[in-house]
């Protein structure tokens, strides 16, 4: 297992909350975000992630930072694919634009909790039992051959089972009541419904991200296998992983950006 210093650790948690205040406040007043403003602070997220992978580098060595890049690249990709997710959620609780932010940014925080949550318990299965290892390959495989022969599972947000536990626990208005998820009403506590042009433009990314999965599973196995089987049966470098991992994705947003979607 990787020896991260505890200042490092406090540096990475200091980092992403200081993060999500600033993004909290600086959207505090409900308003549509043009491309223009999206994209410098999309950016300035982009440089702020680079610079605390300099961090890794500099402070645990080469190979821990090209793992920061690879995981990173990976996510940054995997979250762009998510957006026809969000687009479906917005359009199918008819969300106003002025309020999607608030919406995004608490789904964020929520799955920074429990993406700490599951990384921990996964960490710990993996380092008491690294045959798991053959079982999470055998789920990224099936993953990439639904992707690849366009078997991708629908998504109706009304049929999930939150939306039908909400629904359930308290009742929902049909209309929204500015940006507040819950109001009252008649003394009851009632919720609201509040619970994109370059998306044809992404077509073929969910191939390539289909490809890269498979890349993944691949590198678990060997790396199971090296430690269960065998120490001779080779591992996949990570710079090498890092490096077909960019290869795939720029190949996947070119062929995206020369047949967009009609």
Known sequence: MLDVRWWLWGAFAATVIVSLVIDLLAHRTAHVIGFKEAALWSGMWVILALAFGAVVLLV????????????????????????????????????PRAYQHRVLFFGVFGALVFRGIFLSLGVAVVGRF?????????????S????????????????SFAV??????????????????????????????????????????????????AIIGVKLILQASHKMIDESIPEIPSLLGLAVIVVVLTV?????LRHPQK
């Open 130 to 142: 690294t045959a798991v290892l053959f079982a999470f390959a055998a789920i990224l495989f099936y």
């Open 60 to 95: 645990l060595g080469p190979r821990p930072g090209t793992e920061y890049a690879t995981a990173w690249l990976l996510e940054k990709s995997l979250s762009v694919d998510n957006l026809f997710v969000f687009a479906l959620i917005f359009a199918y609780f008819k969300v």
């Open 252 to 256: 996947s947003v070119v062929a995206s």
């Open 164 to 213: 039908r536990l909400l629904r359930r626990a308290i009742p929902v208005r049909d209309d929204y009541a500015g940006a507040k998820f819950t109001v009252r009403e008649a003394g009851r506590r009632v919720g609201t419904p509040l619970l994109a042009g370059l998306l044809d433009r992404s077509r073929y990314l969910s191939r390539g991200l289909g490809v890269i999965l």
């Open 144 to 159: 990439t051959y639904k992707i690849l022969r366009g078997e991708e599972e629908t998504f109706d947000p009304g049929r």
